[in-house]
């Protein structure tokens, strides 16, 4: 049994919005709303938690009215509380998931069959799973003053995407230990358990700047 939850109680300063960060229009429908659409149609989610803006919670439950299920509740003053709270929600809805994705809103068009690869991982018996892809950029590590230090290997690095997975009961550990972090795997690194990995996919972009919403559009409408 897989819940899934959404922290979208971002603002979407560097996508020049006025409001929230997933609630941006893109062909018709707002991020959150693609996103939401694509974990539903991977077949294999029971229920969608979202964690919204609580001055924007009405607009983005009329957004997600026609998805099913889908609960929306008030997210926290960061992402690390959303997730938090969408967590509890998920848990009084679905009180038997075995498995919780976590997803971004602004990675609109992650594929179904995306969501589906990470969720079997779990389900296989890895007890937290991303989605990555290959770093094609080489990567500098710089001090303070912005001098390089080094350059590591972009053999050993990875770029990570979302849904990312886990065993409920991990996560919830996990959570109950954390700061404040924007990875949740990160935060399961941090109690010790192993995080793995499955191939990711370029569709699952994160729209964050107006020309990551740009490509967005030109790649959807193809």
Known sequence: MTVALVPAAGRGERLGSAGPKAMVSLHGLPLVAHAVRGLLDAGCVRHVVVAAPSDH????????????????????????????????????HVPDAKIVLVHDAARAFTPPALVRSVTEAVAAGAPAVVPVLPVADTVKRVDADGVVVDTPSRADLRAVQTPQGFAIDVLRRAYEAADVATDDAGLVERIGVPVHTVPGDVAAMKITTPFDLAVAEAVFAR
Do not use: H, I, K
């Not at 009329?62 to 509380?81: C, K």
């Open 57 to 92: 919670l009405a607009e983005m439950t009329a957004a997600l009215s026609s998805f099913e299920p889908v609960t929306v509740v008030p997210g926290g003053a960061d992402r690390t509380a959303s997730v938090r709270l969408a967590l509890l929600a998920a848990l009084d």
